[in-house]
């Protein structure tokens, strides 16, 4: 079957790495279904990718809302459209620290970071096992293998997609499904700005930060290669070797010395 019959599905297609990964996937001929919150940046961004000659649906849907996780599915059932690989990017952060940030904002995160992932990988899963044959991508992070104060429900819903993304991979090893964690480090994206983290020491080194283009170029060519996961960036993986070596508490330390605001007065 060549690409041109099959169809990508990709959350947080409007922007950032989900965007450059939608891109790949377009010039390679799949065709795409691309979900984001808001219809006008679905439909400037489906102009942009049908330049590829490909067939591209838009879906609005608010993933922080359960209900509207489900209804995805739903609406992907009633196409009748058979989804050849499922790309998990949507996810969002909050900074600032645990006792500080507002509850139902961070439940809203873990419902989008962990929730809607769930659910998409689930439903999706079950019909690539049912044919034995299809690619799941989740988007994880570095953070995924470090505590992280400042962001410390980001973190830990990062720790959980790469830990779900490695258990069910084992699980279906003896089918002829495909599913990769790829795990960026700080990025050149609107992340930090909706997270409220322009302050942040990390961010504020510039030219420490990933072009997305790269990180979704690593992210589509460790899946087509089967690989477990990929962490993108020389320096991440680099910190990565590191942290599995280091205890939690030198990790947790580490990271909110990157992590917390520039102290301007100095």
Same mark, same amino acid.
């Given at each position: 079957?060549?690409?041109?019959?099959?169809?990508?599905?990709?959350?947080?297609?409007?922007?950032?790495?989900?965007?450059?990964?939608?891109?790949?996937?377009?010039?390679?001929?799949?065709?795409?279904?691309?979900?984001?919150?808001?219809?006008? $940046?679905?439909? #400037?961004?489906?102009? #942009?990718?049908?330049?590829? =000659?490909?067939?591209?649906?838009?879906?609005?849907?608010?993933?922080?809302?359960?209900? $509207?996780?489900?209804?995805?599915?739903?609406?992907?059932?009633?196409?009748?459209?058979?989804?050849?690989?499922?790309?998990?990017?949507?996810?969002?952060?909050?900074?600032?620290?645990?006792?500080?940030?507002?509850?139902?904002? #961070?439940?809203?995160?873990?419902?989008?970071?962990?929730?809607?992932?769930?659910?998409?990988?689930?439903?999706?899963?079950?019909? /690539?096992?049912?044919?034995?044959? =299809?690619?799941?991508?989740?988007?994880?992070?570095?953070?995924?293998?470090?505590?992280?104060?400042?962001?410390?429900?980001?973190?830990?819903?990062?720790?959980?997609?790469?830990?779900?993304?490695?258990?069910?991979? #084992? $699980?279906?090893?003896?089918?002829?499904?495909?599913?990769?964690?790829?795990?960026?480090?700080?990025?050149?994206?609107?992340?930090?700005?909706?997270?409220? /983290?322009?302050?942040?020491?990390?961010?504020?080194?510039?030219?420490?930060?990933?072009?997305?283009?790269?990180?979704?170029?690593?992210?589509?060519?460790?899946?087509?290669?089967?690989?477990?996961?990929?962490?993108?960036?020389?320096?991440?993986?680099?910190?990565?070797?590191?942290?599995? /070596?280091?205890?939690?508490?030198?990790?947790?330390? /580490?990271?909110? $010395?990157?992590?917390?605001?520039?102290?301007?007065?100095?």
């Amino acid at each position: 079957m060549s690409n041109a019959s099959k169809y990508a599905l990709i959350t947080g297609a409007t922007s950032g790495i989900g965007k450059e990964l939608a891109k790949l996937f377009a010039k390679d001929q799949y065709n795409l279904i691309i979900v984001a919150r808001y219809q006008q $940046e679905l439909d #400037e961004t489906a102009q #942009e990718l049908k330049q590829n =000659g490909i067939d591209v649906i838009t879906i609005a849907k608010d993933l922080f809302n359960r209900d $509207e996780v489900f209804s995805l599915c739903n609406d992907v059932r009633q196409t009748g459209i058979q989804i050849d690989v499922l790309v998990n990017d949507a996810g969002q952060g909050v900074y600032g620290q645990f006792k500080d940030n507002d509850i139902n904002r #961070e439940l809203k995160i873990i419902d989008l970071n962990i929730g809607a992932l769930t659910i998409l990988t689930k439903y999706f899963l079950q019909e /690539m096992v049912s044919r034995n044959e =299809g690619k799941i991508l989740n988007v994880a992070s570095i953070a995924s293998t470090t505590p992280g104060p400042w962001q410390a429900v980001y973190h830990a819903t990062k720790a959980y997609v790469l830990s779900l993304t490695e258990a069910i991979r #084992e $699980e279906v090893n003896d089918t002829e499904i495909t599913i990769t964690a790829l795990l960026p480090g700080v990025t050149d994206t609107d992340f930090f700005k909706k997270a409220g /983290m322009l302050d942040s020491k990390m961010v504020q080194d510039k030219e420490a930060m990933s072009n997305p283009a790269d990180v979704a170029k690593d992210g589509y060519d460790a899946l087509m290669a089967d690989d477990d996961k990929v962490v993108s960036g020389f320096k991440n993986k680099v910190q990565v070797a590191m942290s599995s /070596m280091t205890s939690d508490t030198t990790l947790a330390h /580490m990271v909110n $010395e990157q992590q917390k605001p520039v102290d301007h007065e100095h």
